[in-house]
């Protein structure tokens, strides 16, 4: 499965957007971007995914660029719950999930 | 949505004892299952992948005769911690796909494990 690359860490404002973003540069032609995220101590959370085409649903939207070598995951109105570790996992269809390091994002009141 | 459930949440044991984990899909069926283990602020590693009927696949580097894994049911795997030592502590974490939405995995809430 291609890499992924996140920034370690990012803070942003309750009730604003949130942009994380995730280089995946060597991705393949029939890999997919998910999205999870996973708050303190507990399993993680599927958010979203796509192939090539953005998506949305009601969690985030998922934005990937034309060439698929990165996307970016918008947290329309982010929360206090929002606050958690996101990970962006490219994979082939078929099961398998590899997390990376992901990105601690804090939300701030 | 799906739920799955892990048993129990915390356990702590003494070094040389086997733990059991269990991990369970509560309203769906699931022919396979994946177990992982987190080491404080690190990321999750997937473990194993566990097969309904069939004999568990290992991920390269974990031992297949410490970590027991069976899946005697749709609804049910088991792992199985044997020889327990101070460095099996971990957060063991379960997760299972739903049907045929292979993207959207379900994580149970995982079962914290102390070796003493």
């Known amino acids: 499965d291609a890499k992924t690359t996140q920034p370690p860490s990012m803070d942003c404002a309750e009730g604003r957007a949130a942009n994380l973003p995730c280089n995946h540069s060597?991705?393949?032609?029939?890999?997919?971007v998910y999205w999870y995220r996973q708050i303190h101590s507990q399993g993680p959370q599927y958010i979203i995914h796509?192939?090539?085409n953005n998506e949305t649903n009601e969690m985030a939207s998922l934005i990937i660029t034309e060439d698929r070598k990165s996307s970016t995951l918008i947290l329309p109105h982010a929360t206090l719950r929002d606050t958690a570790v996101y990970y962006c996992i490219v994979s082939l269809n078929d099961y398998k999930l590899s997390f990376g390091a992901g990105t601690t994002v804090t939300v701030r009141a | 949505g799906a739920v799955v459930s892990q048993h129990p949440s915390r356990v702590i044991c003494k070094s040389g004892t086997s733990v059991k984990i269990e991990c369970r899909s509560l309203?769906?069926?699931?022919?396979?299952m994946f177990w992982y283990r987190q080491f404080p602020k690190k990321s999750l590693m997937l473990m194993a992948t566990?097969?309904?009927?069939?004999?568990?696949?290992?991920e390269q580097g974990v031992e297949k005769d410490k970590f027991l894994i069976n899946h005697a049911s749709l609804t049910l795997s088991t792992l199985t911690v044997t020889s327990a030592h101070p460095e099996d502590s971990s957060f063991y974490i379960c997760?299972?796909?739903?049907?045929?939405?292979?993207?959207?995995?379900?994580f149970g809430p995982g079962t914290r494990l102390t070796v003493t």
């Open positions: 566990s097969n309904e009927g069939s004999k568990a696949t290992y």
């Open positions: 997760s299972a796909p739903v049907g045929k939405r292979l993207y959207e995995q379900y």
């Open positions: 309203d769906f069926q699931a022919t396979t």
């Open positions: 796509g192939l090539k």
């Open positions: 060597t991705i393949s032609g029939n890999e997919y």
